[in-house]
């Protein structure tokens, strides 16, 4: 699980994406999943 910052959390997103890795959720498995209390509304 990746918490942080939304800028800390963009860039390691784009990391993971870069390499292959997939974000999940309740719904799909994956490799990572992203903390969303600091979403934009």
């Known amino acids: 699980m990746l ?9 390691v997103r784009a990391l993971l994406d870069a390499r292959g890795f ?9 490799d990572h999943v992203i903390e969303k ?3 934009d509304k």
């Open 37 to 39: 209390a600091f979403v």
């Open 22 to 30: 997939e974000e999940g959720n309740r719904g799909e498995p994956g």
């Open 3 to 11: 918490c942080g910052s939304p800028a800390m959390l963009a860039e």
